[in-house]
């Protein structure tokens, strides 16, 4: 979200996830870390401030 500074991404793998961080990659926090496999498509509502995205098996 440009409007808070702040970046998301998803990471797959072992322990697959989504994150935020701040616009510099610091304060990374964990999001999504359950109930996914494989997270990817993610897009941003910036009406509601909601987060979505894709889960693939």
Request: charged share 25%; net charge positive; aromatic share 22%.
């Amino acid at each position: 979200f440009v409007k808070y500074r702040l970046l998301f991404w998803s990471d797959v793998g072992y322990y697959p996830s989504i994150r935020r961080s701040t616009l510099t990659g610091r304060q990374v926090t964990y999001v999504v870390t359950t109930n996914i496999k494989w997270p990817n498509g993610l897009t941003i509502d910036f009406d509601d401030d909601r987060i979505y995205w894709a889960d693939a098996w």
